[in-house]
């Protein structure tokens, strides 16, 4: 294992070799220290599958379906989760890179030391989505997304592009949205309560606030 700090987040994340990795394509029964890469599993309907310790580059994982299960220890880059539905996942110690889930839903989620970095989830719809432990955004795009009743409290979403991004009854209470982009942000102030920005997302907390507010600005 290894450790990532982001702000004043540290995540966990595995540390794996892929030489001591046993080559596969085969996802029924689960993956346990397994190197998958470019394998096709679009569309695929997965129940209480469990994948640990095991490495996974340019998966095509697009519309599938996943209930229950979980991913721990692993490594995933460059996957495609674009249009899937993960319901009641548990995501735990991985590094998500470089990877896609425009349009993709996330419902009853459970992070916890999870580092989504370079990532997409534009046009996404994460709903009641909780952070049960470290979790960072770096570098994402989450523009056009609609987020519903998660918990991510003292959570890392450093440098993402939040603009069109919809939050309705979510906790975000000590986290850290330094560097992120903010213009068009849709949301309650209630949403944002507690967090941690730098002077220069001022301007655009402003013009939340005056929405949000209803307030008639006059220079005469």
């Not at 595995?14 to 890469?37: N, Q």
């Not at 340019?58 to 249009?83: N, Q």
Request: proline share 2%; charged share 25%; aromatic share 6%.
């Amino acid at each position: 294992m290894r450790t990532t700090t982001i702000g004043d987040v540290k995540v966990l994340l595995p540390d794996l070799e892929p030489d001591d990795l046993d080559t596969t394509t085969d996802l029924a029964g689960g993956l346990s220290e397994a190197l998958v890469e470019g394998a096709s599993w679009r569309g695929s309907h997965l129940e209480d599958v469990s994948i640990r310790s095991s490495l996974i580059t340019g998966v095509d994982l697009s519309e599938s379906t996943w209930e229950a299960g979980s991913f721990y220890g692993c490594e995933i880059t460059r996957t495609d989760f674009s249009g899937a539905t993960l319901t009641g996942i548990t995501i735990e110690r991985c590094a998500v890179t470089g990877s896609r889930f425009t349009g993709t839903r996330l419902t009853d989620v459970r992070l916890k030391d999870v580092l989504f970095d370079g990532c997409r989830f534009d046009y996404a719809t994460l709903q009641r989505v909780a952070a049960a432990g470290s979790v960072a955004f770096t570098d994402c795009t989450l523009s056009n997304g609609a987020w519903s009743s998660c918990r991510l409290p003292r959570i890392a979403l450093r440098s993402c592009d939040l603009a069109g991004l919809e939050l309705d009854s979510c906790q975000f209470d000590g986290t850290d949205l330094r560097g992120s982009r903010l213009h068009d942000l849709k949301t309650p102030l209630d949403n944002l309560r507690g967090v941690t920005l730098d002077e220069d997302q001022l301007p655009d907390l402003t013009r939340l606030a005056v929405a949000a507010l209803d307030l008639t600005v006059r220079n005469d």
